[in-house]
């Protein structure tokens, strides 16, 4: 199995290669494999250096810009383990962690189908909202939820946000809390990331959150 | 001129040396006061700023380095106390990248390298038994130099636009794309100004050991401290290089849009750190070359015997000097490299543990045969022999890749590096300056505070960096302003944090005991520890002359085999500054040549090369500006103004 | 301070020398080993550039080979009135050494004037790509080293019409010719790198 993982200042973007183009997949700081199966992780920056580190698993190979890098490794146990960028990448380096999340085949199976599927349109009219809030908001500049119209590239792709444990690049545990923090104010949480602070109406951020959270 | 004045002139001048005054005189205080006159530097400002006295530039060199190093303690002060606590509030990622950079920055450009070479320039020109350095204006400039790259860069951290890509200040990070503004220019030009510097006094330091050494001062005789020095001269001249040029392509990149490190224009990122290691690994042992020489030349006055193994000790010193450019890839082992590559370098990176094991057993060696003397030197080189076995240890183990991969830019290497810099360098050092502080200001160092500051510092350094091995294996990176509670590294960085303080007091007390002795230590006398190179030959400290007259070397131990009178050499001029110059091998007298006088011209020119530097951060067209003035005082430097020392 | 007893006497020994006695020239030496390990690093990294980019020269057409032969031919055709000069120093002839730092000056000023038509004869610019940038390097390093050695030659010549020509200005006119080799010898090796690896 080959992931495409590719550096950013300060996440890291995922992409499960595939031969057939809809089976493509691409996610963000949170690297799920299956246990006892070989898996290649195909290195690149876009930006600055980075280097890919998991303690328990592999040691470091960084990520060059303008040049590819491999590591081959496996996970014989099922658990979550946490990785850190190695290599000084400015102001946020601190702040780039990733976990990898090895589960049996049938269970990675099951999770790259539930991933690969979009966004199911919201039901209740808080996340309907919500939505709207999204889609009218600056965040469609950079993010995208597929089955919606955005379509941003630059950041985290959101499509099944609230499957991952921690957001801001291993920074905050997922949950409503850290969720609406980090919309309204970034920059106090990891300064100088990439993501402006959002000025968002309380009631919208509710329903914005709400329909995040519901990204599942 | 007419050309058969200039044979007038020279006829006139072999006149006047016939029937000029000697230091052959049998009268001592007369020659005294004729050669304190000669070579005296004037009282007052003037004469401060004009000095080529190798011992007061010297001086202050070492006082502009300890300066230098407190900065960056204080620096690292600061990380810890924000490091103590997960998730710490004390600086923001901001001030905690410049910091860590001014830190490392300063501590190898700054204060390491630079504070060797200092010693140096004070201690070789005794040792070699001669009157001043070679080039001693050329010394003078080097240390403007020096200060004004070191106040550049501090300056501009204090105006907080200080630079926050690290000492490694790897590209493409540190290129026009990522790190807009000054900041990353002021550390590629304190690279040009400190490497100018390292550079001026290696030069020195070579002919100064190659030319002017004692008269039957033959190889196989000069002090092991000497050839520590030459050879670390050697490395700094054959590494600097690397990173000038480095450096020189980054600024280009960063101001006139060259593209050596751009992959987008056929540049590639992995030449600057070629570039950066093949200097960054030879610094290290820049560093710990001068420090086993000093330890080889301590250990005979604290072990009442020759030091074990000298031919082999030389050996060893020279390998080090060679393999050390051998090693520089396996700082990128978690780049993209060849298998083959990789192997070659862990190869390398093992051998040089060969001669470096060598040293260590011929030290014990000594240490066990002779009748050791626990003063405050001796405990430092104790000191050093336990933490630098422990820092070559884990040396050889990150050098194995598999292992590397792992602890490469974790906390486990940052504790390695310090077990090797502060153990193998620093400790030394503190040692050595325990050791010649005599010879500096004619005082000694007390010996009770000496006591408490090695076993502060050593108890302090090793609670404080050990643990830093642990926090490395349970994954925690280096350069992380700060780290999340879940992680649990928090007892453990606030226990280095609380050694940290330990170890900063160590230092304060050393300064203590420094500004202490300097009024109020015991007078020294020439030779407080009956030590048996020519440094202790002469008064402490020395007079302008350094010797009344040359000494001649009979033996490896020059004052140990000659106790009852030491054999000089005569006839060296009084009424002008005069040494003797000695072939390269066998140190046979060939010339008395004069040595250059004070000069306003050196500082003129380090003042126009700092405009220069400093004007290309913002303009390319401040090089060619900026070279006019520095022109006009290169020349006047080197101009004849006429006096004897000029013509001659 | 110890007794002393005096063994040697120096005052017989001249006050200069030439060549390895003089500690000028070990420093000249130590200079010359600085500047070709910059050279040594800058082509190297030439190679490494040309390596990782697998085509070479990059987008532009090899340089001309006009000015930079003349460059050549200029420096060699130096070589003998450079060793005749540094003879006539070191048998302190004013005459000869008066002649030949004139000759030298004007040798070390031709190079540097049809230096002025070799950066544009390189075809290709130093922000247009790596290739370009280190092209501009190298030749831009060289001609530092030109320009430094000709004003070092210009001060000397001067210095030998004045009353300070004499004694030990003639080891450092010997010294100056020493350097100049060096110079020479640098181009010949940049000139092949320049110009004749994007031919290859």
Redesign the interface.
Known sequence: MTLQVTGH?WWWEITYQDPSPERVLRTANEIHIPTGRPVRLVLNST???H?M?V?NL?????L??????VIDFQADKPGVY?G????????????MGFLVVAEPPEAFDAWRLAQLRAAEAPKEPERQRGEQVFLRSSCIMCHQVRGTPSAGRVGPELTHLATRQFIAAG?LPMNRGNLAGWITDPQSIK??ANMPMTQIPPRDLQDLVSYLEGLR | MSVTESDRLKEQEEREDAGAPRDSTADEAELHRVLSETWGTKPGFWGWITTVDHKLIGRRYIATTFFFLFLAGLAAMVMRAQLAQPEGQVVGPDLYNQLFTMHGTTMMFLFAVSVMEAVAVFIIPLVMGTRNIAFPRLNAFSYWVFLFGGVMVWGAFFLNIGPDVGWFAYVPLSGPEFSPGKRADFWAQMITFTEVAALAVAVELIVTILKQRAPGMTLDRIPLFAWAMLVTAFMVMFAMPSVMVGSSMLIMDRLVGTHFFNPAEGGDVLLWQHLFWFFGHPEVYIIFVPASGMISVMLPAFTRRPVFGHLALVLSVISIGILSFGLWVHHMFVTALPQLGESFFTASSMLIAIPNGIQIFCWVATIVSGKPRYATPMLFIIGFIITFVIGGLTGVMVASVPLDTQVHDSYFVVAHFHYVLIGGAVFPLLGAVYYWFPKFTGRMMSERLGRWNFWLAFLGFNAAFFPMHLLGLWGMPRRIYTYQPELNWGDMNLFVSLAAVVVFASFALFLWNVLYSLRHGEPAGDNPWDADTLEWATSSPPPAYNFAHIPVVTAREPLWAERRALPVAVGLRTDMRELVITSVTEARPELRESSPDPSIWPLISAIALTGLFIGSIFTPWAVVYGSIPLTIALTAWFWPKGDKEDEA | MRPMRPVQDLSGLPSYGFGTKSPVWWGTLAFVAIEDGGFIVAIASYLYIAFVNRVWPLRAPPPDLGPCTAVLVLLLISLWPNWWLDRAAREENLRKVRIGMVVMTLLATAPLIVRIWEFPALNVLWDTNAYGSINWLLLGLHTIHLLTDWGDTLVLAVLMFTRHGHGKRFSDVSDNCFYWYFVIASWVVLYLFIYFVPRL
């Not at chain 1, 592999?58 to 960084?62: A, I, L, V």
């Not at chain 1, 060059?64 to 890098?69: H, K, V, W």
């Not at chain 1, 850190?84 to 702040?95: K, T």
């Open positions: 200042q930006d600055v250096i280097s580190w303690p592999f040691g470091k190979r960084d060059l810009p303008g040049l590819q890098t946490r850190q960028c190695a290599e000084f990448c400015g102001l946020q380096h601190a702040r920074t300064p100088g």
